[in-house]
Nanobody
């Protein structure tokens, strides 16, 4: 089992920045690839970014490339999502998830956190 807890969400003006954190605990948590997904009101949950367990490879959804950066600190079992140049359309609940094999689709993730709300005002 892997337990995931997100933090760092909040209200920010357009153009601002936030850094989300996801703390992982449980067995061999550092061997999992970790991803971030988001779900806006009335919409499906979408992939945002993912990182391999080594941190050597990262993947991003097109709309966040160049603005968001995913990173991880395996010593502290934490993955981060640095979000810059935020836009109102980035408003959503952001969840982190763990999978043994990195993927960009939610069906391939085994463990999920509860999520943290990000609201970007115009």
């Amino acid at each position: 089992q892997v337990h995931l807890v997100e933090s760092g969400g909040g209200l920010v003006q357009a153009g601002g920045s936030l850094r989300l954190s996801c703390a992982a605990s449980g067995r061999t948590s550092s061997n999992y690839a970790l991803g971030w997904f988001r779900q806006a009101p009335g919409k499906e949950r979408d992939f945002v970014a993912a990182i391999t367990w080594s941190g050597n490879s990262t993947y991003y959804e097109d709309s966040v490339k160049g603005r968001f950066t995913i990173s991880r600190d395996n010593a502290n079992n934490t993955v981060y999502l640095q979000m810059n140049s935020l836009k109102p359309e980035d408003t959503a609940v952001y969840c982190c998830a763990a999978t043994f094999f990195i993927a960009t689709t939610q069906e391939n993730y085994d463990y999920w956190g509860q999520g943290t709300q990000v609201t970007v005002s115009s």
